[in-house]
């Protein structure tokens, strides 16, 4: 085993992308990082087939023992999976969405799948509402708005671009309590007092423009849906107007109607914003 591991680190020194034979870390585990960061970045996109064994190991300079340690974990981990005869594939999990229920309002349902999310800010200011926002939120032209746009993480994967826009009147100091990974629902019905009414839902298809797909670290051109989306309050006002651009790649929508043309919303469905 000590012969293995000086010999590999020799061969690190040979390879075009160099793992550290010093660092505490075993080398395994600096190719299964390696590997998880292109992931990230993009580089291997979802759906799309890595370098074979022996590619990896003359890329990286090591064994083929390490390779396999590090895609097997990887593929224990749901992050890739192999597919015989074919090779082994990057499997992001993709999520199932619908109509959602109360108890699964927001970004926090997919806490329940046991995939953290977090929000990164990415704009947040105060406008003045044109007409057509001024239309989805039933106030005057001219009057004050709040935008927040943020990018939605699952981990470390970047999955959605959500734009936010509510009425600065109705809410006060939003810009102020909506930081990191707060959620919009959970301020305006604590914090705020509103009650939750009926949601107005449109979905489209689209493809990703140059700025959307580097925040979400997709190809360009890739396929993305567009949810947009006003929420009411119990009392019929429209509480928000958001605009959601998701990975394709990412969820596929579900939708359950029953024999009278209504959605039904039993299921593990949710909304997001």
Known sequence: MIAMVAQEARQTRRGELL?????SSLLYMQLEASLKQKMISGEYAVGERIPTELELCEEYGVSRITVRRAVQDLVEDGMLKKLRGRGTFVA???HVLGMGRATDRGWSAFEGEGNPTHKEILEKEKISANEALAAK?????GSAAYLIRRLIHEEEFPMAIDELF??????PGLLDLLVGSASFYTLAEQHYGFAFGLEDLTLAVSSARADEARLLKCPPSAPLFILRKIMQC???RPMHYSKTVL???RVTYHFRVDRDGKVRNDGREFTLS
């Open 19 to 23: 793992l550290d034979p010093e660092e």
């Open 234 to 236: 119990s009392d019929g």
């Open 166 to 171: 509510v009425s600065a009147e109705m809410f």
């Open 247 to 249: 990975r394709g790649d």
């Open 92 to 94: 992001v999990p993709k």
């Open 137 to 141: 939120l039933e106030i005057p032209v």
